[in-house]
């Protein structure tokens, strides 16, 4: 959501007093919304345009020889999806089972909150949902 709804009210309220006339004032409140839809919609080409730019450079890395530069992506979701597992599945489980053998064991913990955050970009879910946003509040 940008910041023009923020702006609109204090503009208009401006509008109604350097504007007598009701009817230019109606035009000036309909220009000052068509600015603000176009760059709400200048700014969803431009995020549009970094995802196609992004899946251009993907497409190019993924496809290339070197597993140097063609592996990276696939070893950081591993690694992800490793650190998931261990940290919902295999480490409660395994807690459980020596909690319950008696033994006292610390197991290791992850920064689950800056993974999450390496794994939503990977899976580009945070700009999505901007997109999402920027959409609806076109319409």
């Not at 204090?10 to 009701?22: A, E, G, Q, T």
């Not at 000036?28 to 709400?40: C, P, V, Y």
């Amino acid at each position: 959501m940008s910041a023009w709804p923020l702006l609109i009210d204090p503009v208009s309220r401006l509008l109604d007093k350097i504007i007598p006339d009701p009817d230019a004032r109606v035009r000036a409140q309909a220009e000052l919304l068509k600015s603000e839809r176009e760059s709400d919609l200048e700014s969803l080409r431009l995020a549009l345009s970094a995802d196609q730019l992004q899946t251009a450079i993907n497409t190019q890395e993924a496809g290339h020889a070197n597993l140097f530069v063609s592996g990276w992506r696939p070893f950081i979701g591993w690694v992800c999806g490793v650190a998931f597992a261990y940290h919902f599945i295999l480490q409660p489980l395994l807690a459980f089972i020596i909690d319950n053998s008696g033994g006292n064991a610390k197991l290791p913990t992850f920064e689950m909150q800056e993974l999450s955050t390496v794994l939503m970009g990977m899976l580009g879910l945070g700009g999505l949902r901007t997109i999402e946003k920027l959409r609806t509040s076109a319409k």
